[in-house]
């Protein structure tokens, strides 16, 4: 959230270290992971969420449909499953369903952002590093609600 809020005030520099920094305390946190899961099923559902991830990403990136209706829907679907979570009411293959469209959804929206730039800048760099998030946090949900549905315990 910090880096998403303060883009515009934040040198490129500092958002990069801010997004590498939060990518490796999640990492570091998610190792628990391995304690719960068998490696082999964790391995299976990143390959599947690997390559569910690239065929949405490039649906995004290559269709001529305009995915921008979709965007209003996924976002409320999106506080739907958190409110949903929090109650704990169990919604795992929605939430599947939800962060594929994400998925197509942002990477045609950042392919939009990033063509409607001139040339390369720090805003243009830092628009980049904001869809990088996003696209990070889209494939680390789809990989957590996969492995919920598909990995096996030790």
Known sequence: MIISSAINRLWLNTATLLFTLYSVLNGMMLSSIFLVYTMSSIAQVFFITAGTFAVMAAVGYFTKTDLTSFG?????????????????????????LIFVGLTAYDSQKIKQMLMSCDDVTENSQKLALLGSLTLYLDFLNLFLYLLRIFGRRE
């Open 72 to 96: 209003k829907l996924l976002f409320m679907a999106l506080i739907g499953l958190v409110i949903a979570t929090i109650v704990n009411i169990f919604m795992k293959s929605v939430g599947v």
